[in-house]
Nanobody
């Protein structure tokens, strides 16, 4: 049974940092494209970052570029999102997700991701 468990969320002041982790189990994830998405209250789920299976190719939303870093440790089946210089507008529930589709350049679409975690809350105070 596939299970994705996010951790590392919490309350942080603006300018602070958090590192989200996603522990995956139940199948092989090392060959899958991985993404982080977020959803704020009253808003649609949006892509934050994505990485191909090897880590060689990445996508970042414009709003998080140069502040967030996505990475993966395929040996540990654990996947990360390092978030620096956090802003109040980064407040949302953050989800890790995987897709069976090969990595493609462009904006990741939630509908194309097959496996989802339960989400972890990130709250940034001003």
């Amino acid at each position: 049974q596939v299970q994705l468990v996010e951790s590392g969320g919490g309350l942080v002041q603006a300018g602070g940092s958090l590192r989200l982790s996603c522990a995956a189990s139940g199948r092989t994830f090392s060959t899958l494209t991985m993404g982080w998405f977020r959803q704020a209250p009253g808003k649609e789920r949006e892509p934050v970052a994505a990485v191909n299976w090897s880590g060689a190719h990445t996508y970042y939303a414009h709003s998080v570029k140069n502040r967030f870093t996505i990475s993966r440790d395929n040996n540990k089946n654990t996947f990360y999102l390092q978030m620096n210089s956090l802003k109040p507008e980064d407040t949302a529930v953050y989800y890790c997700a995987f897709t069976n589709r090969p990595y493609v350049y462009g904006i990741p679409r939630p509908s194309e991701y097959h496996y989802w975690g339960q989400g972890t809350q990130v709250t940034v105070s001003s």
